[in-house]
C-alpha cells in the first residue's frame, strides 16, 4: 500500500467553528496492483492524522498489505520513521508467521507500481483544486463521492476498472486486520532511562522505581498509561504540547526535592557562569515552561552535566544545540556522550536578551 499527503492547490476549508481558512490537504493510499484508492481530509500533517488515516484506509480496503510504502515530502519524512507508524506495522503483520520485523520501505518513485500512486494523486488534485468547502461535512462528501467515482471509473488502455482489479487481484492476497477497537489507541514497549518517558516529543513523569525497567504504555487520543508486570502504575492525559513535560507530584521524591530550593533566577545565574550559549537554552527552557518548577529541574538537569563534561564542552555542546534548535536534555547529553561538541565548528552568537526582560522593556515604551 502506498500512502501520503496531496495538497490541493488554490483548495481551502472553511472552518465553521471559527472562520478560519484552512488549506486542503488530502490523505491518499493507493494499493499499487489495482490503483484501488483511498482518500480522506485531514486539517493537519501530525502523527495523529497519519495513524488514522491508514487504520481508514485498511479498513475500507478490509485488510493490510505485506508492506508500507510511503510517500513523503522532506519536511514530513519523520512520520515514516516514527514508533508509533512502526507499531501499527508490527500490529497489522501480527500474525504472518515468521515475520517479527515492520515491512515499512522507502517511496523511490521510480517504480511502475509507485507511479499509480503519484498518477491518482494528479487525478484528485486537478479536480479538487480552486474550490471552496464550507466545514469537514462538505469536504468528506465531495472526497468520499471521487474516490467511489474513480474506483469504478473504467481503465483507459485496460479491460475492467480499479474495483474490478482489487476483487481479482488483491483482495484474496489482504492480510486480515487485528483487533482495533480506538483508532487512535497503541501499546508502545518502552525501557525507562530516566524519570520521565517520551511520547510524541512530550515527557510524562513514572515512578523512581521503574527506572532501568521495562514499561508498556498505551497512548490513546486522551490518555497515557504506563504498565509495569501487567500493573499500571501511572497514568497521564495526553498533552500536545512537545518539547514540555507533565509530571506528578507523587513522583518528585529523591533527589529531585532539592529543586524545591532553586528557582528560575538562580538557575539563569549558574547559566550566565557557564556561557551565552548555555544561558540563552536555559532562558528558553524557562520561558516554554513559563517559569514553572518543571522547567527549573529541566534547567537543572541541563547545568548539572557540567560536573561531568567541564564547562567548557557543556557551553560548546549547547552553542550546536542552539544551531540546531535542539532543546532537550537528552540529545545535549547524547551529543557530549559522543563527543560531538568537540567536532562542531564554534560560531559567534548575538548577545543574549533574556525574553522576560525584552517583554520588560516593551512594557515600559507603553
Known amino acids: 500500500m502506498f500512502a501520503g499527503y496531496i495538497d490541493i492547490k488554490d483548495s481551502y476549508v472553511v472552518d465553521t467553528s471559527t472562520g478560519e481558512t ?14 484501488y484508492c483511498y482518500a480522506e481530509p485531514c486539517m493537519s500533517k501530525d502523527i495523529d492524522s497519519w495513524i488514522s488515516g491508514h487504520i481508514h484506509a485498511l479498513r475500507f480496503f478490509q485488510g493490510a498489505t505485506k508492506c508500507l510504502v510511503p510517500s513523503l515530502s522532506e519536511s514530513d519524512c519523520q512520520l515514516s520513521r516514527h514508533v508509533r507508524y512502526r507499531e501499527l506495522a508490527r500490529r497489522c503483520y501480527a500474525n504472518i508467521q515468521g515475520l517479527t520485523a515492520s515491512k515499512v520501505l522507502p517511496f523511490s518513485g521510480y517504480h511502475k507500481k509507485e507511479f499509480v500512486f503519484e498518477l491518482t ?7 479538487l483544486c ?13 472526497v468520499q463521492n471521487l474516490i467511489n467515482q474513480f474506483n469504478v471509473r473504467p481503465f483507459k488502455k485496460l479491460p475492467g476498472s480499479p474495483m474490478e482489479w482489487f476483487e481479482t487481484l488483491e483482495r484474496d492476497c489482504l492480510i486480515p486486520l487485528p483487533s482495533m477497537e480506538a483508532d487512535q489507541e497503541f501499546w508502545l514497549h518502552q525501557n525507562v532511562t530516566g524519570t520521565h518517558i517520551n511520547i510524541d516529543q512530550h515527557y510524562y513523569s513514572v515512578p523512581q522505581s521503574v527506572i532501568g525497567q521495562p514499561v508498556d504504555v498505551k497512548v490513546t487520543g486522551d490518555f497515557v498509561e504506563v504498565f509495569f508486570q501487567g500493573q499500571q502504575i501511572t497514568s497521564h492525559p495526553r498533552q500536545n504540547l512537545p518539547g514540555r513535560s ?25 547559566a550566565e557562569k557557564i556561557g551565552p550559549a548555555t544561558t540563552y537554552l536555559t532562558s528558553t527552557i ?13 534547567c537543572l538537569g541541563l547545568l548539572t552535566l557540567e560536573t561531568d563534561y567541564g564547562r567548557d ?5 549547547c552553542r550546536q544545540a542552539a544551531t540546531r534548535r535542539s532543546w532537550t536534555v537528552t540529545s545535549i547529553r547524547s551529543m557530549l556522550n559522543r563527543g560531538f561538541d568537540q567536532a562542531f565548528m564554534q560560531l559567534t552568537i548575538p ?7 525584552s517583554a520588560g522593556r516593551k512594557k515600559k515604551q507603553h
Open 351 to 357: 548577545d543574549f536578551i533574556s525574553p522576560a526582560k
Open 286 to 298: 524557562l520561558a516554554h515552561a513559563n517559569n514553572s518548577p518543571a522547567g527549573v529541574r529541566s
Open 121 to 127: 494523486a494528479r487525478s484528485l488534485a486537478k479536480v
Open 22 to 35: 484552512l488549506p486542503t490537504c488530502l490523505f491518499l493510499a493507493v494499493l499499487g496492483a489495482s490503483g
Open 130 to 142: 480552486h474550490q471552496y468547502f464550507v466545514g469537514s461535512t462538505e469536504i468528506n462528501s465531495a
Open 313 to 317: 564542552r557543556l557551553e560548546s555542546a
Open 246 to 270: 507533565s509530571t506528578k507530584a507523587e513522583h518528585q521524591v529523591g533527589p529531585q526535592k532539592s529543586t524545591r530550593d532553586w528557582s528560575a533566577d538562580r538557575v539563569l545565574r549558574w
